[in-house]
């Protein structure tokens, strides 16, 4: 019963440090759809130079481990005298991770859009920059969701990392309150189980804006030819 | 017939790496006017259509809308340029996440500026043209080809276009659909509307077009009137293929 009551007398601390983990995570998440999904459009349509840049990006940010990034992160803010907050550090080198990752979720969505979207909104008379916010984005977000919804929960669990910088988030909190008490079983099972919950939750909602934003009879082409 | 000149295209080429794909290519359209672009397939009559509306490059040629030069390095102006030149696409190209009234619509609004009301009522009297009105509400994916082909015309029509360009407009349908779009078509050439389309719909072709262009490898071979490329003592190019598509 001891562990129970540990884990009980833990537990306020550790779900306000759930807030501390959906901060980080939803600020990565952020950043990487706006970015992501800018890299993507340049992917897809940039010049040759832009595609170059974006493609030296994500192979730097799918190259290096996240632990390193994060050091790595750590030491910039240092060396650039920017205020060495482990939340904000941890937003910033989540956020440009996750960017690497969600460019190519877009970039996958864009490519499989029906082939001449483009080419019908330009014959209309619309700018590129029209058409891309008016008929490819539309079409390529609702097609990204079942990859985003898998983004987030690699993301929320890539977040427990950010501890090493002192980021108060659910496994700082846990691991504080372990080296305290001995009560390493009963406290992991318990962060594992909010890491758990919040999965399911997140993920059981974009499963259901997918439903609701899904066009009659509209899947991507390769989903058709099935 | 009206000789008011609407689209004038001189020396149209094109070649992708050695390979010539056009090669000065010039046809002129007058109001009203309804031109057919016929030919083996890899003619290069899409190219010639898409060159038209700069939606492919082509390496020299002029374009001159109602007299006046386009000037397609600009954007600005290609794009103006583009909504005066409408086009129909063998594929149809709907915008497959919207309905068939927004398909209609968008363009209405993000091109021509009109509010959400004004553009849904310009784009039902297009729909209600076509015979739509009651798919109004359906995306693409829930129309038939033929529906979706009329869609694509009620959202070239709605931009008011100077001409229409037409690439196989009934290719990619079922036989028993094909009437459909070209009712669509004939009430068009009817109410004077200039086109230049390609097709192979050779009856179709000699019950309205004003003229017949041949095209063959990149070049255009013969241009005439109907009767004259493919009437009864006629020594044309334009008839032996016509004889050979017959004896199929």
């Known amino acids: 019963m001891h562990s129970l009551s540990v884990v009980i007398g833990a537990l306020p601390s550790i779900l306000s440090g759930s807030l501390v983990t959906l901060g980080i995570v939803f600020a990565a998440l952020a950043i990487g759809l706006v970015l992501g999904l800018f890299f993507a459009i340049l992917q897809v349509y940039g010049r040759s130079w832009q595609r170059a840049l974006i493609h030296i990006?994500?192979?730097?940010?799918?190259?290096?481990?996240?632990?390193?990034?994060l050091f790595l992160g750590y030491g910039l803010f240092v060396a650039l005298s920017l205020p060495v907050q482990p939340f904000l550090i941890s937003c910033v080198v989540l956020g440009l991770t996750s960017t690497a990752y969600q460019s190519q979720i877009f970039r996958g969505a864009i490519l499989s859009l029906r082939p001449g979207q483009m080419k019908a909104a330009r014959a209309l008379g619309m700018k590129d920059s029209q058409a891309i916010r008016s008929i490819i984005i539309p079409q390529a977000l609702r097609l990204s969701i079942p990859g985003?919804?898998?983004?987030?929960?690699?993301?929320?669990?890539?977040?427990?990392?950010c501890f090493v910088l002192g980021t108060q988030d659910i496994m700082a909190r846990t691991a504080f309150a372990a080296a305290r008490t001995h009560e390493h079983l009963a406290l992991y099972a318990c962060a594992g189980a909010i890491y758990f919950v919040l999965t399911l939750i997140i993920v059981k909602i974009l499963a259901k804006l997918e439903k609701r934003l899904h066009i009659p009879g509209y899947t991507s082409v390769s989903g058709e030819a099935l | 017939m009206n000789e008011q000149v609407i689209l004038e295209v001189k020396d149209i080429s094109l070649s992708v790496g050695p390979k010539s794909i056009l090669s000065h290519c010039s046809l002129t359209l007058h109001k009203g006017e309804l031109k057919v672009l016929i030919g083996p397939s890899g003619a290069g009559k899409s190219t010639l259509l898409q060159c038209i509306n700069v939606l492919t490059q082509a390496d020299s040629g002029q374009i001159l809308l109602e007299g006046r030069e386009v000037m397609t390095q600009n954007a600005k102006e290609?794009?103006?340029?583009?909504?005066?030149?409408?086009m129909i696409f063998q594929d149809f190209k709907l915008f497959d996440h919207l309905t068939a009234i927004e398909n209609v619509s968008i363009a209405l609004r993000k091109v021509r500026g009109m509010s959400k009301e004004e553009a849904k009522k310009r784009a039902?009297?297009?729909?209600?043209?076509?015979?739509?009105?009651?798919?109004?509400?359906?995306?693409?994916?829930?129309?038939?080809?033929?529906?979706?082909?009329?869609?694509?015309?009620?959202r070239a029509l709605a931009m008011d276009p100077l001409v229409l360009l037409l690439d196989e407009p009934t290719s990619a349908l079922d036989p028993e659909l094909v009437g459909e779009v070209l009712a669509v078509i004939r009430d068009l050439a009817s109410g004077g509307m200039t086109m230049i389309m390609a097709t192979h719909q050779m009856d179709f072709i000699r019950a309205i077009s004003s003229e017949i262009i041949f095209m063959e490898n990149g070049h255009i071979v013969e241009q005439g009137p109907p009767e004259s490329l493919l009437g009864e003592n006629a020594q044309s190019r334009t008839k032996q293929f016509y004889n050979s598509l017959a004896s199929v």
């Open chain 2, 124 to 154: 039902m009297q297009e729909l209600e043209r076509v015979n739509l009105a009651e798919q109004r509400e359906l995306y693409p994916a829930q129309l038939s080809g033929g529906q979706k082909q009329r869609v694509a015309f009620a």
């Open chain 1, 57 to 69: 990006y994500i192979w730097f940010f799918r190259g290096f481990p996240i632990l390193v990034l």
């Open chain 2, 78 to 86: 290609l794009c103006c340029y583009r909504t005066k030149v409408g």
């Open chain 1, 148 to 161: 985003w919804s898998n983004e987030y929960s690699i993301l929320l669990k890539d977040s427990a990392i």
